[in-house]
């Protein structure tokens, strides 16, 4: 049975990468084989056909330099524990799933009641209603085993810069030393995105303009790694379609490609 949804307008943006993930998934290569993305694009009431555009297949590339990200946490703490802050319909916790990891996806409630609708929580994963700019999910955290990573994917760009920079202070402060990954949108991109397909077919945009990451240190956190799609993880590469690995060469100088960035950060020890 189809199932209707209702979110609110940053809420619905959570779509165009589960529609991305399903496409992706599709294909005789695919980057992330996300058949559980097929099923919920069949499942939810929603017309998917709008989004269109290179956007569709860049969240799927974001998808995996993130994953890896997670990846290389897992590899030297693999009983870690993972908070992914927004996490939409993400489906990042089956694809990394090590048997050991504990796994908290986090989300404000209008997804969070569409997500558990699909998903269930189980030992070692688990679902909470919240936002990333509160701190009430801060507890839940660090209840859990284990040293931390922190992962906001395509969720604090929404948002007014002073907003996320006084959120980014308080994660610091609260969670020492700890890897902490999102992504970041310089002018160019800010200003395109009345141009970009997937957002002509959506009511919210983009606000938080930061250029160069490396000024959120600023905020008590250090710079480790900051990626565009042109600079994937040399692991990650490998698995990119040859036309994505061509269109991430040919447009890496771009400022669409150069002005997004994928950042890793570790907070200060406090
Ligand atoms: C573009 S989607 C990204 C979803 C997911 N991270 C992904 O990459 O598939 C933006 C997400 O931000 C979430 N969001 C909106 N406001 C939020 C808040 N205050 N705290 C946490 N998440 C929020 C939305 O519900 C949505 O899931």
């Not at 998917?48 to 890896?68: H, W, Y």
């Not at 480790?224 to 994505?244: C, D, G, K, N």
Request: proline fraction near 6%; include cysteine.
């Amino acid at each position: 049975m189809s199932e209707q949804v209702s979110l609110g307008a940053i809420q619905e943006t959570l779509l165009i990468p589960l529609y991305g993930r399903a496409q992706d998934a599709r294909r005789g290569k695919s980057v992330l084989s996300d058949r559980k993305a097929i099923e919920l694009t069949e499942t939810i009431d929603y017309d998917f056909s709008k989004f269109r555009g290179p956007s569709l297949g860049g969240s799927v590339l974001r998808a995996s330099i993130f994953d890896e990200y997670v990846r290389e946490f897992l590899r030297e703490h693999p009983a870690g524990t993972v908070v992914d802050l927004g996490c939409g319909l993400s489906t990042r916790f089956d694809r990394l799933d090590n048997g050991l990891v504990h796994w908290i996806d986090l989300d404000v409630e209008d997804t969070m009641a569409l997500r558990r609708k699909y998903f269930e929580d189980s030992e070692r994963y688990t679902m909470i209603t919240g936002s990333i700019f509160d701190t009430d999910w801060f507890s839940a955290v660090t209840e859990r085993p284990g040293p931390v990573f922190l992962l906001s994917e395509a969720v604090l760009l929404y948002f007014p810069a002073e907003r996320v920079r006084a959120t980014l202070s308080r994660i610091a402060k609260q969670f020492p030393s700890t890897p902490l990954a999102f992504d970041t949108g310089g002018a160019f991109m800010m200003r395109s995105q009345d141009r970009n397909p997937v957002f002509k077919a959506v009511t919210a945009r983009m606000e938080w303009i930061c250029d160069d990451p490396k000024t959120l240190e600023q905020c008590g956190l250090r710079l480790r790694e900051s990626r565009t799609f042109a600079q994937p993880q040399p692991s990650v590469v490998r698995t990119w379609p040859l036309q994505y690995r061509l269109a991430a060469k040919l447009l890496g100088r771009t400022a669409p490609v150069t002005t997004y960035k994928l950042n890793l950060f570790t907070t200060s020890p406090g």
